[in-house]
Nanobody, 122 residues
Framework: QVQLVESGGGLVQAGGSLRLSCAAS????????MGWYRQAPGKQRELVAT???????NYADSVKGRFTISRDNAKNTVYLQMNSLKPEDTAVYYC????????????????WGQGTQVTVSS
């Protein structure tokens, strides 16, 4: 059993900053890519940023230059530093991780956190 627990969401004014954290725990052999996705009301879930096990990063065009994804492999944790927030960043943010749960081939699965609300007021 694997759990992803997110924290750090909240209400912030436009131009402000927030830092999201997501810690993975449970039956973990190794963690491949980790990432953040978001879903605004009435919209589909979209990718925000991902970070590979080797720390290569990928960002949605809408957040490039404002958001930074990072990870602490010793803590099985991924972070999302969000600066210069805009009202259109308002959404529920979900953590995702591709986790290998045993040394056996094929025992790799995608896991999701429960989501954390980020609200940016204008």
């Amino acid at each position: 059993q694997v759990q992803l627990v997110e924290s750090g969401g909240g209400l912030v004014q436009a131009g402000g900053s927030l830092r999201l954290s997501c810690a993975a725990s449970g039956r973990i052999f190794s963690i491949n890519a980790m990432g953040w996705y978001r879903q605004a009301p009435g919209k589909q879930r979209e990718l925000v940023a991902t970070i590979a096990s080797g720390s290569r990063t990928n960002y949605a065009d809408s957040v490039k230059g404002r958001f930074t994804i990072s990870r602490d492999n010793a803590k099985n944790t991924v972070y999302l530093q969000m600066n210069s927030l805009k009202p259109e960043d308002t959404a529920v943010y979900y953590c995702n991780a591709n986790i290998r749960t045993s040394p056996w081939v094929g025992e790799t699965y995608d896991y999701w956190g429960q989501g954390t609300q980020v609200t940016v007021s204008s």
